[in-house]
T-cell receptor, first 116, second 113 residues
Framework: AQKITQTQPGMFVQEKEAVTLDCTYD???????LFWYKQPSSGEMIFLIY??????QNATEGRYSLNFQKARKSANLVISASQLGDSAMYFC?????????????FGAGTQVVVTP | DAMVIQNPRYQVTQFGKPVTLSCSQT?????MYWYQQKSSQAPKLLFH???????NEADTPDNFQSRRPNTSFCFLDIRSPGLGDAAMYLC????????????FGSGTQLSVL
């Protein structure tokens, strides 16, 4: 069975600093996709970044980068130069062929609060 | 422009009174999903449609049903809502079931009185 673990329930970070959100996963499938979503208090899930299991390079999207360590089964999100608008819940998620790619399974989430 | 639209944003229903939540998409995606998210928890998949093929999660209560009359629309029916069904309901789409991102709507916050 696939499993996603986010061990940090909440974090405070100062504006303009970088923050790393931890995510580890467990799967026996060689082919899978890893995602990070942001959910502000308004409720909408906003896609941030994607990493495929066969991708050779770490994914980057603007201020977001994914530190993918396949052997350790970790996919940490790094947010550089934090902004007040980054305050939100952040979810790590995974899709894999075990479920015929149908299911996007989420971790428990990390609540990030950016302070001035 | 919104691509996955959920209506209404807030829905209040009475205990046991059937309620329907709606979702529409302008992306022409093949797959549509319904997730339930309770307060301070991760979203939990209820079911998904791959085109017209309905896929129910094993632990989704029978109280929850879904309809997809065409590519653009998908409905979540809760036949007899209980207090435990109060949650945010998120609709999402993806082009295929492969390693692709899901596009989410803004959600419908359901309250049961």
């Amino acid at each position: 069975a696939q499993k996603i673990t986010q061990t940090q329930p909440g974090m405070f970070v100062q504006e303009k600093e970088a923050v790393t959100l931890d995510c580890t996963y467990d799967t026996s499938d060689p082919s899978y996709g890893l995602f990070w979503y942001k959910q502000p208090s308004s409720g909408e899930m906003i896609f941030l970044i994607y990493q495929g299991s066969y991708d050779q390079q770490n994914a980057t999207e603007g201020r977001y980068s994914l530190n993918f360590q396949k052997a350790r089964k970790s996919a940490n999100l790094v947010i550089s130069a934090s902004q007040l608008g980054d305050s939100a819940m952040y979810f790590c998620a995974m899709r894999g062929p075990t479920d015929s790619w149908g299911k996007l399974q989420f971790g428990a989430g990390t609540q990030v609060v950016v302070t001035p | 422009d919104a691509m996955v639209i959920q209506n209404p944003r807030y829905q209040v229903t009475q205990f046991g009174k059937p309620v329907t939540l709606s979702c529409s998409q302008t992306l022409n995606h093949n797959v549509m999903y319904w997730y339930q998210q309770k307060s301070s928890q991760a979203p939990k998949l209820l079911f998904h449609y791959y085109d017209k093929d309905f896929n129910n999660e094993a632990d989704t209560p029978d109280n929850f049903q879904s309809r997809r009359p065409n590519t653009s629309f998908c409905f979540l029916d809760i036949r007899s809502p209980g207090l435990g069904d109060a949650a945010m309901y998120l609709c999402a789409t993806s082009r295929e079931r492969g390693p692709e991102k899901l596009f989410f709507g803004s959600g419908t916050q359901l309250s049961v009185l």
